[in-house]
């Protein structure tokens, strides 16, 4: 059903293939007598005549009985009740049962259709539907049942979308009905009060609109946004309308004269093509007259080519890139890689002489109604299941064990079910619900297992990470996006490649930051929840106004303890690279200066060939033994003792500094100073400081820097009885969660 055919402010008809789309029928005017006249029992009533016709034209072996049966519990349970405008209330479901079946519905989804509010208004109930329409009738009717406000009060509303959202997960034909049913609703909404009809129309744009796209249904979701505007916007409206309007009226239409031209090229092709108009819808004229200002003929539609086969699609772009002018940059594939709601089709433009552009949308017939229709078109999800274990039990109901999944169901759809469950209360699901749909964009990350994630656009590593581990993700300690290294805060663009670094307690804690770069509200709720379990602890100001003591010590770092403040414990001696530089040294100098290595107790033994020459060991680079080592004379006969790729090496060789010939002695410990790079996470420095112990080190000094940007950086000045056990401490220290780098001292800043 296309919504440009059943708009009746639309000027002109939709014509060609679009017109297998057939417009909606007022049923007001097919009177009362038509509606709730007599008819046999043993055929279907002349009321759902239309109905019938429409299903037929799209399942033509439907077996119709079930509706026969539908129509007549339905028509005798809604008797005597009346719309607000004054109709037989048989209209309303009447009405929603024939947009499904327009759309393509197959035959339980219009039987439950008809069926849809008998429960809600009527003394039928769920388990007189379920005995004589069956399991499958009976959960769909359930599924679009509001819950009474008698029970819930003011959460009435969420809480019945909530349940209508988890009966979708279940089976995605339950929203199906109930976009159709607010659809009409939509369409007869003159009769209320106006702040009614805004506040409905706001739901509308709010929840029923992103659905309707997020499911696929682009006639109902069209529809559903013209009857919004013109509620919530009645002055543009009216101004969009007269737009389209004047358009209608011109004598040239530039559409018009493209499509032969279309049609001309394909001919000449021999590529079999049906060209049609589409008539863009009011929102959608409103939004290009905003972009572009001044509209022009081409500016109030598409042209829309339909093809048998989907090498076809490529077949007509190719010719009309050769024959036309092309504008390149309005080049999309969506068969190759699909949109997340089903969509397919390749969207191209071409220019005209004159300077218009025009927009061309080139699918397959298959395609055409899968995007007009969405998951309507997919049918019954179990009708291929020869499992009778798979079909719905009389008794399953939303929320119970005994639920199945619908094969079907989309990626986003199992996110939004994932954090429902976790939404304390009934207003945080309702907004949370808002802002999740409002996010109508999504993008596909791969795991490095060949995996994907579907996330919003603008989600973050931080979403990735609750996407694929739920609260386990409490444990991140970092990720590599596309191979390299990244913050946690990093936004994902579509088709990256991001694997999560997870560290391995299980009392593992979220940063509160996270909260900041969570775009998604599984990533949002987890967090919070997990916060508001575990407080804060007191800050530094807190404890001093209560006459405590904060900060680090020896013991806080061997605990793994401290606060975001940088901190320095020695238990011997500051770092060797904190050496204050002497005034007037060069810069060479400056680095190489260090503690004499003879007053270093149990440290390695450099020689030099020097007699009476005092050694130091460079702390830039902090040699020891195996490495290769060169010396250099600084002042007060003190020779400096550097590796040879050390960068000061290299600085001096080039101002002409002589070496000297060093080398090391029968002493086997040795003093190395350490960087280690890590992610921020509790009980770090203590599983750091036990790997370090554990290889025989001691710990002479360390400094932790201030967090940034969730990475952290430590220094140690380690002792080692034996300097062979060096590259097995840098390993035991590298296998620690969350550290992803230790090196040895290159230069004091390095």
């Excluded at 029992?41 to 049966?69: F, Q, S």
């Amino acid at each position: 059903m296309s919504a440009e055919a059943t708009n009746p402010a639309t000027p002109g008809p939709v014509a060609g293939a679009a017109a297998r789309w057939r417009a909606r029928i007022d049923l007001r005017r097919l009177g009362r007598a038509a509606l709730l006249g007599p008819a046999a029992r043993d055929r279907l009533p002349d009321a759902i005549g239309h109905v019938a016709e429409a299903h037929r034209a799209h399942h033509p072996d439907a077996d119709l009985e079930p509706l026969r049966r539908a129509w007549v519990l339905a028509e005798s349970s809604h008797r005597g009740q009346m719309r607000k405008s004054g109709e037989p209330y048989i209209t309303h479901p009447l009405a929603v049962t024939l947009i499904l079946a327009e759309l393509g519905a197959e035959t339980t989804t219009l039987t439950a259709s008809l069926l849809h509010d008998t429960v809600e208004d009527t003394e039928v109930t769920l388990d007189q539907v379920g005995r004589e329409f069956g399991a499958e009738v009976r959960f769909l009717v359930d599924g679009v049942t509001k819950l009474e406000k008698v029970d819930y009060g003011a959460a009435a509303e969420p809480e019945t979308f909530r349940k209508m959202l988890v009966a979708t997960g279940n089976d995605v034909r339950v929203m199906s009905i109930k976009l159709a049913d607010r659809l009409h609703n939509m369409r007869t909404l003159g009769v209320m009060r106006p702040e009614k009809q805004a506040r409905i129309a706001k739901v509308t744009r709010d929840v029923l609109i992103p659905l309707a796209e997020r499911l696929g249904v682009q006639a109902l979701k069209t529809e559903l946004e013209d009857l919004v505007f013109a509620i919530l916007h009645p002055e543009e409206y009216e101004h969009t309308r007269e737009l389209i309007v004047d358009n209608a009226s011109r004598a040239d239409d530039p559409l018009a004269e493209i499509a032969d031209e279309v049609r001309s090229v394909l001919r000449d092709a021999g590529i079999p093509a049906e060209v049609v108009i589409r008539p863009r819808h009011f929102v959608s004229v409103h939004r290009v007259a905003r972009k572009r200002g001044r509209l022009r003929g081409a500016d109030f539609g598409r042209l829309l080519v339909l093809v048998g086969e989907d090498a076809d699609c490529y077949g007509v772009l190719g010719e009309l890139h050769t024959c036309l002018t092309p504008v390149v940059s309005e080049f999309k594939d969506f068969i190759a890689v699909p949109k997340f709601n089903l969509y397919q089709s390749l969207h191209t433009a071409v220019a005209r002489g004159d300077g218009q552009v025009v927009e061309v949308l080139i699918r397959t017939h298959q395609m055409h109604k899968v995007a007009e229709a969405g998951v309507v078109a997919l049918g019954n999800p179990y009708a291929s299941s020869s499992d009778p274990s798979e079909a719905p039990s009389a008794s399953t109901g939303a929320g119970t064990d005994e639920e199945r999944v619908d094969p079907t169901r989309p990626g986003w759809l199992s996110r939004l079910l994932d954090w429902q469950a976790a939404a304390p209360d009934a207003d945080t699901f309702w907004s949370t619900l808002r802002e999740d749909l409002a996010q109508d964009r999504e993008i596909t990350v791969f795991r490095p297992d060949g995996g994907t994630l579907g996330l919003p656009e603008g989600a973050t590593c931080v979403d990735a990470a609750y996407a694929q581990y739920g609260e386990d993700a409490h444990a991140c300690l970092g990720a590599r996006v596309n191979g390299r290294l990244a913050t946690l805060s990093t936004v994902l663009k579509d088709g990256d490649t991001v694997q999560l670094l997870m560290g391995q307690d299980p009392a593992a804690e979220p940063s509160k930051e996270w909260l900041e770069h969570a775009h998604t509200p599984a990533a949002r709720i987890a967090i919070q929840r997990w916060i508001a379990t575990h407080p804060t602890p007191e800050t530094p100001e807190e404890i001093a106004e209560r006459g405590g003591t904060a900060g680090a010590t020896t013991e806080d770092v061997q605990a793994g303890r401290g606060d975001a403040n940088p901190f320095r414990v020695s238990a011997a001696e500051p770092p060797v690279a904190d050496t204050p530089d002497s005034v007037g040294r060069s810069t060479a100098e400056s680095q190489a200066s260090d503690t004499p290595a003879a007053d270093r107790p149990g440290a390695a033994v450099a020689l030099v060939d020097q007699p009476g020459a005092t050694v130091r060991l460079a702390g830039c680079c902090t040699p020891v033994p195996p490495d290769e080592i060169t010396g250099f004379a600084v002042r007060g006969g003190v020779v400096t003792v550097h590796r040879v790729e050390c960068a000061a090496v290299a600085q001096m060789k080039s101002v002409g500094r002589a070496e000297v010939g060093v080398s090391w002695g029968d002493t086997a410990g040795c003093r190395v100073t350490l960087f280690a790079e890590s992610f921020g996470r509790p009980h770090l420095l203590a599983d750091l400081t036990e790997a370090m112990a554990g290889e025989g080190a001691e710990i002479v000094s360390a400094t932790v820097e201030p967090p940034s940007q969730q990475r952290v950086r430590h220094t140690y000045t380690v002792q080692l009885p034996d300097a062979a056990r060096l590259p097995s401490l840098m390993r035991a220290m590298r296998n620690v969660a969350g550290v992803y780098d230790v090196s040895r001292a290159q230069t004091p800043g390095a």
